[in-house]
């Protein structure tokens, strides 16, 4: 097991605690992957997203969890390491559906190395997260490591029954309801981004089920807050060239990206119900076209209507509101230094992150 | 754990027990895959594959070394269901990265509905995996479940690794050497396709290190030899109509679809040795000519070579030699009933699969 040398509970604030795990992660997910051959046709592209920065704040509710709980960032840390793994590989699929441009300022990888390499060393990047969670066994144990791959498992189908539900939507022209946007976004980002690192932390510090529980509703409403924050900044971001890092700028993704690959945000949904007709059968039309076919004159008309609707307002209530859900499942947890930083976090990922 | 009424020594044969092994397997894998929303998008998709059939040859192989050491079909059924889940994984990740038209007889997921939400069915096939290899745990306890699931890992890996080679070589304009050749095969498909399976079941069947070290050799031996049949069968097939089954007819795939891909399988190392300089340049062509570009006519041209020059002989020579090692390696371990049909198993996987 390694030795960390710092805390949560040790650290001057939430900005230092990031920028010590946004390191530690960092260093140990590069050492993770392979430093041999098939090198630039595998272990290069699985070395690109992870150098190219990123929040790592999955990572960072994992850590805060186990502290919370009793437990220290030296047993959290193969865990931490296989959800940021586990993220890295969502992102490299993930652009690959979409077919997105950019990612954390620079072109994806699909587009830099062809649609065969990338998905491969995606999957090679799925195969690094189960090697992290078995690493667990020398520290945490036979059983509590089966129960964290257990765990792990099921927060893998719940994401990718909420890409699927997502992705499905575009390929076959369906604009879901509010309910059915819910239903996606609690799969899809609920679980990986929030329920499921939280839980894990939970369980390494051994904390009693209504606690696991109750963690776990507090890393929901987070993951999905932190989902339509992000959907917010695609729209009013002005540039994609900086990379996101754990304290400083860069949203990392191209402007009114989201709608070029017409996303069924829920800034969109929210926009259908304000629009004319007329109006709204333009917007259709824009999200139903191939990226291609969009110029950038229709994603501003996009953007603006958003903006003078007022549905762009209603997801920021929105996230408003998931934070505060957030901050009140803090509140029914035993009392522990690591609240105020998680406290912190809410607002650093659900409302102000708006870089 | 499932009780399951038949044994390998208990069968009359190969073909009674492969259909035996078949049946099962395919009941399970149906059964693994969730019967609930999203259908459509996503569970629909990962039961096309399974449904059409396939020879599950993996799966047989992890059940017939288990068996040879001592253990039962039911101690081991999970660990096969993994191996077969895992080869539909691949072949709808496969499929994608290649452009594969057709597969088992029918058209490959990614043509059907799309590569969105095709990759993220194999992602969610990957995950089901490793569920599969968490259901271990029931029958075999968490020491020896670990250590197929850190097994496992290791064969993943070197899937991931020769398969990187394999489409690298295709993105990159680079013709391998035989040399190259042998190091891409021995990942990609000696590993998940023989060392892995019958490793697998004799760590299940608590073999010796040198046992298993020995049935490793046998494994990846057939692997090596099985994949070097299939490039010969695609040459020679007529016909892709028919899906592949345990025990009767049907490639599956279309004639000469790894020339359309660009493949360099050892036939078209074998062919370039043979040819002149002016067609070896006409077959450089084709091969690096995206698939659409090229006509029936080239296709049956390259046949036509791969015949003539002998380099199709010459495979059929290397699938005999490498069946005569894995023979060789199966004279090295403890006598055994089960000894019988693993032998038949190399002629039917390396030698005699003619359909």
Known sequence: MK?????????AGLSEFLANASTLIQ?????AIPDKEPQSFLYDLMRDYPSR????FRSALVLLSAEWFGSSISEALSSAVAFELFQNFALIHDDIEDDSLIRRGKETLHRLHGIPLALNAGDAMLGLV???LLANQQSLGYELTFQILAHFNEVARHTFEGQAMDIGWIV???FPSKAEYQAMITRKTGWYSGKGPCQCGAMIGKASPENIRCIGAFGEAIGIGFQARDDVLNL?????????????GGYGKERGGDIAEGKRTL???????????TDANRLHQILLAPREENTEKEIEWVIEQAKSSGALDAVIVYCEEYAQIALECLQLLPDHPVRHLMKELVSYLVIDRDF
């Not at 030795?3 to 650290?11: E, P």
Request: charged letters at 20%; aromatic letters at 6%; zero cysteines.
């Open 236 to 248: 009013i971001t002005t540039s994609a060239q900086e990379a996101p890092n754990a304290n400083t």
């Open 267 to 277: 800034i969109m949904i929210e926009l259908f119900e304000r629009l004319s007709q």
């Open 27 to 31: 260093q140990e997910i590069l050492t």
């Open 172 to 174: 076959h022209d369906i």
């Open 53 to 56: 920065g990123g929040k790592k």
């Open 3 to 11: 030795h960390v040398g710092f805390s949560a509970t040790s650290a």
């Open 130 to 132: 189960y090697e992290a």
